[in-house]
Each structure stands twice: as C-alpha cells, then as structure tokens.
C-alpha cells in the first residue's frame, strides 16, 4: 500500500511563494505519473501540474503555467510544486496524486489510484 504525503502548505501573501512537497511511502514505489490537483471552498477539484516519473516530462493547467514548478526526486520518491507569484484565487487545499499505470489523461482525477490527504494554501492579498 503507497501512502502520500504532503507538506509545505501555509499562509503566505500575494506574490510570494510556497513549495510543497509529496513523499511517497509504503511498498516499493513505482509510479507512472504524478500529480497535483487543488479544491476552493465550493468548488470541484482541478488540475493544477502533473509529471511522468520516468521521463520527466510536465504539463500544467494554463492558470499556473509560468508561475509553478512540478518536480521529481527519484531517490526520494518526492515530488514538489514550486509556487511563485501566488495570488489570492490559488488559495485551495493542494492534494497530490500517483498513478501506478497510465489509464487516462494527466488532467483528469480518474486517471490516479492514490491520493495524499492534502495540505492548505491560503494567499492572503
């Protein structure tokens, strides 16, 4: 059983940054993707950055893009988002999620088969 966790969430004001972090444990870790995926209160989770384990490769949601950074430590098996540039609407509870094969697209929350139990990032303006 793989279990996630994050940190690295906290209160920060606009413009600054964050770095979260997901360190995966439990059985022998393999993964074909990882991703993060952020909820606003009243609202339906959505993707925010996703990387594939082996070759690295990256994609994100256009709000983010240029301002986060999705990255893996394979030795670690941890995987960070760098937040920079933070505005208040990033406020969120940040999950991130592993999927063991590939059985849909990075954007979509059917795609992953482990969840961590998220942490919140709260961008105060």
């Known amino acids: 059983q793989v279990q996630l966790v994050e940190s690295g969430g906290g209160l920060v004001q606009a413009g600054g940054s964050l770095r979260l972090s997901c360190a995966a444990s439990?059985?022998?870790?393999?993964?074909?993707?990882m991703g993060w995926f952020r909820q606003a209160p009243g609202k339906e989770r959505e993707f925010v950055a996703a990387?594939?384990?082996?070759?690295?490769?990256?994609n994100y949601a256009d709000s983010v893009k240029g301002r986060f950074t999705i990255s893996r430590d394979n030795a670690k098996n941890t995987v960070y988002l760098q937040m920079n540039s933070l505005k208040p609407e990033d406020t969120a509870v940040y999950s991130c999620?592993?999927?063991?094969?590939?059985?849909?697209?990075?954007?979509?929350?059917?795609?992953?088969?482990?969840w961590g139990q998220g942490t919140q990032v709260t961008v105060s303006s």
């Open positions: 990387i594939r384990w082996s070759s690295g490769s990256t």
């Open positions: 439990g059985r022998t870790f393999s993964s074909y993707a």
């Open positions: 999620a592993a999927a063991r094969y590939y059985t849909g697209p990075y954007y979509s929350t059917a795609a992953y088969d482990t």
